[in-house]
C-alpha cells in the first residue's frame, strides 16, 4: 500500500490522453465542445435554481412526513443490527417496523456534511459534492448494451471498460460512475473486483463501489485503500455508492448491509427511493414526495447511527408509468415536479442532492431518446442538482447502455456546462469596445472583440451537422447516431490510460486474484 503523499505525487504526474498537449487540436476540441484530453471541471453553477413549492407547500409535506414517519413506518428488513440501533436510539420498534418520533430523523441528520469532497486518485480530478457543484456520472447498472454495430446483446467486461474509457475521455463527465453496464460474462459473485479494478485502471476520475453484497463493498474499500492508504480512506471520502430503498418504505438487508459498510469506513451513500409514481408511490406529486422524504429520512439518518459524519446524499429516483401498460415512462411533466420539490427539501435538510440524467424510454437513440432526455436533463440542472448519475448512455428505460447515445448525450452535457455557467458580466463580456467599435449600421464579424473571442464565444457541438445540404449530401448524409457511431470508435481507437503505479496495480491484481481464488464461481 503505498502513502498518501505517494499517491497524490504518482496521480498528479500522470499521464492525459491524446489531446492534453495543447495547442491547434486542443483548440479545435475546445470549440467543439471538448474532446480527449480537454477534461472540464465540476460544475460551479452560476445559474439561479428553480422553485416550484413555496413555504407553505414544503411546510405540508414535511407534515405529511413526520406523520408517515411516525404513525406508518418504515421497515428495516432481516436487519437485528439495525433494528437494536433505532431502539438505541429512541424509536419504537414494532418487530421489523421502526416509527420514529417526530424530529428524531432531522436531529441526527445535523452530524452529516451539506459539502464534502470524494477525491480522485489524480487529485486534479476530485470532485465538490453539494453546495453550487454539479457533477455528472454516466449511466449505471443496465444488463444489456446496443453496441456500435447495431446489436443489441448482454453487457460484457469489454463494454465495461469500454464505458469507463469513454467517461475518462469525455471533458464533461466528471465521475467515472458504478455499473455502467452488467459484465454478465463474468460470475455475479466476482464480477464486481473486475468492476472496481477497471475504474482504477483506465480511469483517475472519481468513481463508485459496489453494493451487491456487504462482502462486496468490503471488497471496494479494500481496493480503495491499496489505492490511497488506510489513514486516507477512514478520514476521507473516495467512494460513493448507490443505497436504494425498496419502494414503498423498505430497506432490505442488501442495501442495508452495503449502507453500513460504508458509512463505518467514512464513505458516501447516495439514499435513493426508487419510485414509479402510481405503483411503488402515490399518483400525485404531493404524495409522492412525502414518501421521498420519508424512506430519504429515515434511511439517511441511519448512516449517522453508524458513524456521526459520514456523508450521504439526498436522492431520488422519480418516474411516472403508462397506467395502460404499467412500463416506466419518461420527460413527462411529474417527475420533474417531483425532482423540483425534492431538491428544495434536499436544501432545507442541508443534504447533497442527486437526482435525474438523460433518461428516455426508447429503444434507440431517436428523436424519442432526444427529447425524453432533454425534458429530464433540463430540470436536473434547474433544480440544483449536485450529484447526477444517469447523465450519459441511458437508453430502453435504463435497461441498456448504449455507445451511441453517450456520445450524444455527452455533447448536451458540455452545453449544460456552458449554461450553468451564467452571463459573463466581465468588462470582455460586457463587449462595450466591441458596440463603439462598430457603430450603427456595420457588422461584428471583423471587429477586434470578435476575433479576439471568436474561438471560444460559442458552444460547438461536435454532433450536431450545421452545414449546407449540399456538405450534408457530399460527406454521406450521416444522421446524428452515425456520427456518433464514428466519434465512439474514434475515441476508443486513440485511448491511452492514465498512469497508475505499477506496484499500486499489483497489489490491486494480486486482492483480485486471492480474492476470486477463494471461491467457486456463481452465477446468480
Not at 245 to 264: H, I
Amino acid at each position: 500500500m503505498s502513502d498518501n503523499a505517494a499517491v497524490e505525487q504518482e496521480a498528479s504526474g500522470g499521464r492525459r490522453g491524446r489531446g492534453a498537449s495543447g495547442g491547434a487540436a486542443a483548440r479545435r476540441a475546445a470549440r467543439a465542445g471538448g474532446g480527449p484530453g480537454t477534461q472540464l471541471t465540476y460544475i460551479k453553477r452560476k445559474i439561479n435554481v428553480y422553485e416550484v413549492l413555496d413555504e407553505e407547500g414544503l411546510a405540508l409535506i414535511e407534515k405529511n412526513t413526520d406523520t408517515v414517519l411516525e404513525e406508518i413506518g418504515i421497515i428495516f428488513r432481516d436487519d437485528a443490527e439495525a433494528l437494536a440501533l433505532w431502539k438505541e436510539a429512541g424509536a419504537d420498534v414494532k418487530g421489523e417496523r421502526v416509527h420514529f418520533p417526530k424530529g428524531l430523523c432531522r436531529s441526527l441528520l445535523k452530524t452529516a456534511p451539506s459539502i464534502y469532497t470524494q477525491h480522485a486518485r489524480n487529485p486534479e480530478r476530485s470532485v465538490q459534492i453539494g453546495g453550487n457543484a454539479t457533477v455528472f456520472a454516466p449511466v449505471y447498472g443496465p444488463p444489456f448494451v446496443r453496441d456500435l454495430d447495431g446489436n443489441r446483446r448482454y453487457a460484457t467486461l469489454e463494454d465495461f471498460q469500454n464505458f469507463v474509457k469513454l467517461a475518462y475521455m469525455a471533458p464533461s463527465i466528471h465521475h467515472s460512475g458504478g455499473t455502467v453496464c452488467e459484465p454478465v460474462d463474468v460470475p455475479v459473485n466476482k464480477r464486481h473486483l473486475d468492476m472496481v479494478y477497471s475504474h482504477i485502471k483506465y480511469s483517475d476520475k472519481p468513481f463508485m463501489g459496489s453494493v451487491t453484497a456487504p462482502e462486496r463493498a468490503e471488497d471496494t474499500v479494500d481496493m480503495a485503500k491499496i489505492v490511497f492508504g488506510d489513514d486516507f480512506v477512514e478520514n476521507n471520502t473516495v467512494l460513493t455508492s448507490l443505497i436504494n430503498a425498496n419502494s414503498p418504505m423498505v430497506f432490505d438487508e442488501t442495501m442495508l448491509g452495503a449502507l453500513k459498510v460504508y458509512s463505518r469506513h467514512n464513505q458516501a451513500c447516495i439514499v435513493t427511493p426508487f419510485i414509479l409514481a402510481g405503483a411503488m408511490s402515490p399518483v400525485t406529486v404531493a404524495g409522492t414526495l412525502t414518501q421521498v422524504l420519508a424512506e430519504v429520512l429515515a434511511g439517511a439518518s441511519f448512516t449517522q447511527l453508524i458513524r456521526p459524519g459520514a456523508p450521504v446524499l439526498f436522492g431520488t429516483f422519480a418516474s411516472s408509468i403508462s397506467m395502460q401498460s404499467g412500463a416506466p415512462t419518461f420527460g413527462t411533466p411529474e417527475p420533474s415536479l417531483v425532482s423540483y420539490g425534492a431538491a428544495q427539501l434536499a436544501r432545507r435538510l442541508g443534504l447533497p442532492f442527486r437526482t435525474g440524467g438523460s433518461l428516455c424510454a426508447s429503444k434507440v437513440p431517436d428523436a424519442q431518446a432526444a427529447y425524453e432526455s432533454a425534458n429530464t436533463l433540463n430540470s436536473t440542472i434547474l433544480a440544483g442538482t449536485n450529484f447526477v448519475l444517469h447523465s450519459a448512455g441511458w437508453l430502453e428505460g435504463g435497461l441498456a447502455s448504449c455507445y451511441e447515445k453517450f456520445m450524444m448525450d455527452i455533447d448536451q452535457l458540455g452545453m449544460t456546462q456552458k449554461f450553468s455557467e451564467g452571463v459573463d458580466l466581465s468588462e470582455n463580456g460586457q463587449a462595450m469596445d466591441a458596440i463603439r467599435q462598430v457603430g450603427p449600421g456595420s457588422h461584428y464579424l471583423g471587429c477586434d472583440h470578435t476575433q479576439a473571442n471568436f474561438q471560444t464565444a460559442f458552444y460547438r457541438s461536435n454532433i450536431a451537422d450545421n452545414n449546407s445540404y449540399e456538405q450534408w449530401l457530399a460527406e454521406g448524409e450521416k444522421t446524428a447516431p452515425q456520427r456518433a457511431n464514428e466519434l465512439a470508435r474514434r475515441w476508443l481507437e486513440s485511448y491511452e490510460a492514465p498512469h497508475l503505479d505499477p506496484a499500486i496495480d499489483e497489489a490491486l491484481k494480486d486482492f483480485i486474484a486471492r480474492k476470486k481464488g477463494s471461491m467457486p464461481d456463481a452465477f446468480t
